[in-house]
């Protein structure tokens, strides 16, 4: 089973921000929070990862809450082309682990014109 | 820095007979692991290989077997075909050491008639 709880779907216009809750109550010290995003028909996509701080790059942001118990990934200005399903992942910075990583359903993302 | 390529990206097969996936990784990588995507069951964790050894394997039937070679590159095996073998079968790179951030191809679309 998967470790993460996410939202089936969610709706954003476009140009707004894209906020995507992720609920991983039972993650462990050594765990990060890892999001990736597939776009239909394509593999997945690598977005950002943190531990405990926020974090951000030039596709997203991630905040993680003090108890690092949920965390959220923000879209800062949604396109049509961030239309996808989006994955939020717990898994040891380094290794695979012995499960490789596990995805669940993830959120699919449908970015409204 | 050219991706991670899989071939073929589309084949088909009748129920009985075997099918070999191929992947080449990104340079410099080391892991190559595999994924099977279903509708029904999302992404799936196949097996993980570095350094030509298999480091990690989902649970899935001895029919699916892998290998990696010298350079890297990986091929991953099904045998005696299934309807339900029908898939999105996915590559994916990484470093091995660092961040578990994984590269993925396009993937090979197998459909079983």
């Known amino acids: 089973d998967a470790k993460t709880t996410q939202p089936t779907s969610m709706d954003c216009a476009e140009g707004r921000a894209a906020n995507l809750p992720c609920n991983h109550s039972?993650?462990?010290?050594?765990?990060?929070v890892y999001w990736y995003r597939q776009i239909h028909s394509q593999g997945p996509q690598y977005i950002i990862h943190g531990l405990k701080n926020n974090e951000t790059n030039e596709m997203a942001s991630l905040i993680i809450t003090e108890d690092r118990k949920s965390s959220t990934l923000i879209l800062p200005h949604a396109t049509l082309r961030d239309t996808a399903v989006y994955y939020c992942i717990v898994q040891p910075r380094s290794g695979g682990g012995a499960d490789g990583l596990t995805f669940g359903k993830g959120t699919h993302l449908i970015i409204q014109p | 820095k050219a991706g991670v390529t899989q071939t073929p990206r589309y084949l088909i097969k009748t129920r009985g007979q075997q099918v070999t996936l191929s992947c080449s990784p990104i340079s410099g990588h080391r892991s190559v692991s595999w994924y099977q995507q279903t509708p029904g069951q999302g992404l799936q964790f196949l097996f993980e290989y570095f350094s030509e050894t298999q480091r990690n394997k989902g649970n899935f039937p001895g029919r699916f077997s892998g290998r990696q070679f010298s350079n890297s590159r990986s091929e991953m095996n099904v045998s005696t075909l299934e309807l339900g073998d029908s898939a999105l079968y996915l590559c994916?790179?990484?470093?091995?050491?660092?961040?578990?951030?994984?590269?993925f191809g396009a993937g090979s679309r197998l459909t079983v008639l």
């Open positions: 994916a790179s990484r470093p091995f050491s660092g961040a578990n951030v994984l590269t």
């Open positions: 039972t993650i462990s010290g050594n765990e990060y």
